[in-house]
Nanobody
């Protein structure tokens, strides 16, 4: 089972920036290109929502609420997906989760453990 480790969360003031990273282990590096990689978030009392997606085919999608502020990117050599978050707002406060899935095989997706991002003055 692929394992994911997230880093980079914490407290930031409104208008600030933060970068989240998610790195996979127990994965053959050359297979990372087969994976779709997502970032989700879940705020208190709300459902988990998709924030950004970078697919194995190179497609990138964002939730409307983060377009123009967040950027997702991949480093295949490091089996890593990064979420650069700029101009953060209090409503971005949530636990953020990375998610990897290989659509070419019958296998469960992998979730990160979740990392807290708090936007507050």
């Amino acid at each position: 089972q692929v394992q994911l480790a997230e880093s980079g969360g914490g407290l930031v003031q409104p208008g600030g920036s933060m970068r989240l990273s998610c790195t996979a282990s127990r994965m053959i590096t050359s297979t990372f290109t087969l994976y779709d990689t997502d970032w989700y978030r879940q705020a208190p009392g709300k459902e988990r929502e998709l924030v950004a997606r970078a697919t194995s085919s190179g497609s990138i999608n964002y939730a409307d609420s983060v377009k123009g502020r967040f950027t997702i990117s991949r480093d295949n050599s490091k089996k890593r997906v990064t979420l650069q978050m700029n101009n953060l707002k209090p409503e971005d406060t949530a636990v953020y989760y990375c998610y990897y899935i290989n659509p070419t095989i019958e296998a469960d997706p992998s979730w990160g453990q979740g990392i807290q991002v708090t936007v507050s003055s």
